[in-house]
């Protein structure tokens, strides 16, 4: 079946450092591949997508890219800001005729000033 | 605001009862998917519907039950609750049920406490 494995946190970073998170799935087909965001006492937010292989996608300065040969969809970012400080999520839906999302474990990210 | 509602915020029961949690898509959307997310399991989905038909049964205990009604709005329904069930219960909506990215975009959640 379908798996996402996630870097595990939590991750404290300092203003301004430069972000990884990583992220490797295991998937049969074609997946879509996703990273959501939470912040605290909210939902989900969809922060980034890519639906074939070598493509990037970016949104507010982060990054990821769908490596096919290595199932991964690592995301990044230059320069974190406090307001970065969320929960991260990896996620993928199948190629196959449902589209219901496959999460990783999430990792808690908390940038100091 | 991903244009997705979900009522009540907060629900706290004992054990046994029944629940009902409720979800309205976004304008537009016919898929709505349900997802749990514990401390101990992270986020599981538990089913799907498109156009009020069930599309896709995930992690979903026989105690829980959904369903879509013509308006498109969806509710999950949790039976003979236990402590375990004590969750953040989410409600996503898409375009459509297959084929292409359909990015799912996701509701505030409903916080079930079970005491």
């Known amino acids: 079946g379908n798996s996402v494995t996630q870097m595990e946190g939590p991750v404290t970073l300092s203003e301004e450092a430069f972000l990884t998170i990583n992220c490797t799935y295991t998937?049969?087909?074609?997946?879509?591949l996703f990273w959501y965001v939470q912040y605290p006492g909210e939902g989900l937010q969809l922060l980034l997508k890519?639906?074939?292989?070598?493509d990037k996608g970016s949104n507010k300065g982060f990054e990821a890219t769908y490596r096919k040969e290595t199932t991964s969809f690592h995301l990044e970012k230059g320069s974190v800001q406090v307001s970065d400080s969320a929960v991260y999520f990896c996620?993928?839906?199948?190629?196959?005729?449902?589209?219901?999302?496959?999460f990783g474990s999430g990792t808690q990210l908390t940038v100091l000033p | 605001d991903s244009g997705v509602t979900q009522t009540p915020k907060h629900l706290i029961t004992a054990t046994g009862q029944r629940v009902t949690l409720r979800c309205s898509p976004r304008?537009?959307?016919?898929?709505v998917y349900w997802y749990q997310q514990s401390l101990d399991q992270g986020l599981q989905f538990l089913i799907q519907?498109?156009?009020?038909?069930?599309?896709a049964k995930g992690n979903i205990l026989e105690r829980f039950s959904a369903q879509q009604f013509p308006d498109l709005h969806s509710e999950l329904n949790l039976s003979s609750l236990e402590l375990g069930d004590s969750a953040l219960y989410f409600c996503?909506?898409?375009?459509?049920?297959?084929?292409?990215?359909?990015?799912?975009?996701f509701g505030p959640g409903t916080r079930l406490t079970v005491t």
């Open positions: 304008s537009g959307d016919l898929s």
């Open positions: 996620a993928l839906s199948s190629s196959g005729s449902a589209r219901q999302l496959t």
């Open positions: 890519a639906t074939k292989a070598d």
């Open positions: 519907y498109y156009n009020g038909e069930e599309r």
């Open positions: 998937a049969t087909g074609y997946p879509s």
């Open positions: 996503a909506s898409s375009v459509g049920a297959s084929g292409g990215s359909y990015e799912q975009y």
